[in-house]
């Protein structure tokens, strides 16, 4: 079991910057991949980054070049720095947990932190 919680969120104006933590709990963090995702109103969660337990990493094309993903294994903690915030980042970003053995997949859903840009 994983217990994930987000931090960080907030209100920003455009062009500005962001970080965002999730601290985990539980399990052996260092041998899940992690990720954010975002869900803003009337739309479909999307992954905005995730990074493997290796530490690699990949990006939604919106974000790509403005948000970077990072984690310490040895806080149980993983990162996402956002930069040059637009108006169109404006979401609830949620982290995850997940990993795969043999044919299991245990994953899990932090409670979201509020994302909003706006002047």
């Known amino acids: 079991q994983v217990q994930l919680v987000e931090s960080g969120g907030g209100l920003v104006q455009p062009g500005g910057s962001l970080r965002l933590s999730c601290a985990a709990s539980?399990?052996?963090?260092?041998?899940?991949?992690m990720g954010w995702y975002r869900q803003a109103p009337g739309k479909q969660r999307e992954l905005v980054a995730d990074?493997?337990?290796?530490?690699?990493?990949d990006y939604g094309d919106s974000v790509k070049g403005r948000f970077t993903i990072s984690r310490d294994n040895a806080k149980n903690t993983v990162y996402l720095q956002m930069n040059s915030l637009k108006p169109e980042d404006t979401a609830v970003y949620y982290c995850?947990?997940?990993?795969?053995?043999?044919?299991?997949?245990?994953?899990?859903w932090g409670q979201g932190t509020q994302v909003t840009v706006s002047s």
């Open positions: 995850n947990a997940n990993r795969v053995i043999g044919f299991a997949k245990n994953e899990y």
């Open positions: 539980g399990s052996i963090f260092s041998s899940y991949r």
């Open positions: 990074i493997t337990s290796h530490g690699s990493t």
